[in-house]
């Protein structure tokens, strides 16, 4: 596969380097309740601060209506965020369509990007206006990387330069490991909600892996079509057949669950073999016999990806599964590569981000990735 131009590969020193960033965190009552993806992206920018350039920031934050300045989602707490972990002020700039002063060593953000009519369609002329603020432009944004929009894609087929940040080439190169050089057994672990969400990746991922274990509601529409009762469970019918066509020995599903009659904080958790489910029950975990059999595929892998916790982790009494899988994957030897929203929570909540390989910032490009599917800026930043 080429390599993505680099950062390291383009002159920086008193250049103008306009950085498109992924600030898309959490927010709640107008404060960041997660700043993960702020500190991924500090290398990039610091690295182009240390080579005397002045530094530009694009992103967007949330889905207000484009075109239309609202004050819920201005990136004025990730400018003051910035200013905290750079010890350095950033300017929050709101008209910066026909660029503005900046001198080396500075630092600006521009403010939402989805602010700006054209951004969702990569409009050419605010292509051209974003490539125009500066002489270098930095695609550093995986989690945007599989988006053709205008700061993703347009803004990079117009800059004089443009190349891929530090944050998007460890990306790249940490997915590239996973899944072309390797290292096998290769074992994959995929939850969540729905099969149909992560159909394609299920797929692309049962052609490569030795062993797939799948978790959540995709496990019990696997149990289903392989003529388990899942009670009142989430699953999707409609989906079955096709469960039942992908049903291979390398698919891992549970031999024992944990289920309750209703999903609250109160719920009364009972642990059940698939043949004791009844109507009323709900699978909202694996159970312990399933734990020490996940335990021992992780224990033997040599490669492991994981998107998606296996219960409703969130409530203590359905947390034990994804919690051993995740102290599990963390004690590996093995190469480690988690992504996805939901994986990335779980991880935090059991403090395991130093345990972990790699751990990606992308929820949709991570999919999208791991289909196998050509990411635009990524394929852009190859040529």
């Known amino acids: 596969m080429p390599k993505l131009k680099s950062l390291e590969s383009v ?15 959490p927010m709640k009552d ?31 934050l949330g889905r207000p209506q484009e075109g239309v300045y609202d004050e819920a989602y201005t990136l004025t707490p990730i400018a003051e965020r910035l200013s905290h972990y750079l010890k350095c002020p950033v300017t929050l700039v709101k008209d910066w369509h026909h660029g503005f002063a900046i001198s080396p060593g500075e630092v600006a953000l521009c403010e939402n990007i989805r602010f700006s009519l054209g951004e969702s369609s990569n409009d050419e002329t605010l292509s051209q206006q974003l490539a125009d603020l500066g002489d270098v432009y930095v695609m550093d944004a995986f989690a945007c990387a599989h988006r053709a929009q205008a700061s993703t894609y347009g803004a990079l087929t117009k800059a004089k330069t443009a190349c891929a940040g530090l944050l998007l080439d460890a990306e790249v190169t940490a997915l590239n490991r996973a899944l072309l050089t390797i290292e096998r057994p290769f074992l994959a672990i995929v939850g969540g909600a729905k099969v149909s969400t992560k159909l394609t990746v299920l797929e692309a991922l049962l052609a490569k892996v030795d062993h797939l274990i799948v978790g959540g509601g995709i496990a019990n529409t696997f149990l289903a079509a392989a003529g388990y009762s899942v009670g009142s469970s989430l699953y999707e019918p409609d ?59 992780i224990a033997k892998a040599r490669t492991l990806v994981w998107n998606g916790p296996v219960g409703v982790f969130e409530y203590p009494a359905f947390a034990a599964g994804t919690k051993n899988l995740a102290e599990n994957i ?19 909540n059991y403090d395991l981000n130093d345990e972990i390989s790699y751990i990606s910032t992308g929820g949709g490009a991570f999919l999208e990735y791991l289909e196998g599917k050509s990411l635009p800026a990524i394929e852009l930043l190859q040529q």
């Open 11 to 25: 002159g920086l020193k008193n250049k103008r380097v306009v950085i498109r960033e992924d600030f898309n965190v």
């Open 30 to 60: 107008g404060q960041i309740s997660n700043d993960a993806r702020i500190l991924a992206a500090l290398p990039t920018i610091k690295y182009a601060l240390a080579k005397g350039a002045a530094v530009i920031l694009i992103s967007h």
């Open 239 to 297: 989906l079955v057949p096709l469960a039942k066509k992908l049903l291979s020995p390398k698919i891992l599903l549970p031999s024992d669950v944990v289920v309750a009659t209703e999903l609250s904080a109160t719920a009364k958790a009972t642990t059940k073999s698939l043949e004791e489910i009844k109507a009323e029950d709900k699978i909202l975990d694996i159970g312990p016999k399933t734990i020490a059999l996940y335990q021992s595929y």
């Open 330 to 348: 963390a004690a590996s030897s093995a190469f480690s590569l988690a992504g996805g929203g939901e994986t990335l929570a779980a991880i935090e």
